[in-house]
C-alpha cells in the first residue's frame, strides 16, 4: 500500500517561514511527478509547486519568489521551503505523488492527509 505523510505544518507569524516534507512509503516501481496544493476554507484546491522526478519545478502565481519546491529521490520525500508567509497562506497544504505500482500498468495519484497552515499574528 502507497502512503503519502506530510508534516511540519503549524503556526506562524506573517513573514515566517516554515518547512513541509512529504515521505512516500510502500512498494512501488517508480515515484514520478509530486506536488503540493492547498485549500483555504470556502475555496477551491488550488496548485502550490509541483516538481518532476527530474527536478523541474512549477509554481503558482501566488508563491513564486517565496516558495521553493524540492525533493530527495534516494529518500522518496518532498520539500515545500515557504519564506515570507502572508496570512492568505493560510490553508490545508496537501501533497500529492505520481506513483506507478509494480503491478500497475499505469501510474495512479496518490494524496496525503493535509497539514495545516496557520498564518497569523
Known amino acids: 500500500q502507497v502512503q503519502l505523510v506530510e508534516s511540519g505544518g503549524g503556526l506562524v507569524q506573517p513573514g515566517g517561514s516554515l518547512r513541509l516534507s512529504c515521505a512516500a512509503s510502500?512498494?512501488?516501481?517508480?515515484?514520478?511527478?509530486m506536488g503540493w496544493y492547498r485549500q483555504a476554507p470556502g475555496k477551491q484546491r488550488e496548485l502550490v509547486a509541483t516538481i518532476t522526478s527530474g527536478g523541474i519545478t512549477n509554481y503558482g502565481d501566488s508563491v513564486k519568489g517565496r516558495f521553493t519546491i524540492s525533493r530527495d529521490n534516494a529518500k522518496n520525500t518532498m520539500y515545500l521551503q515557504m519564506n515570507s508567509l502572508k496570512p492568505e497562506d493560510t490553508a490545508v497544504y496537501y501533497c500529492?505523488?505520481?506513483?506507478?505500482?509494480?503491478?500497475?500498468?499505469?501510474?495512479?495519484?496518490?494524496w496525503g492527509q493535509g497539514t495545516q497552515v496557520t498564518v497569523s499574528a
Open positions: 510502500g512498494r512501488f516501481a517508480s515515484l514520478n511527478a
Open positions: 500529492k505523488g505520481t506513483v506507478r505500482r509494480f503491478e500497475a500498468r499505469l501510474p495512479y495519484d496518490y
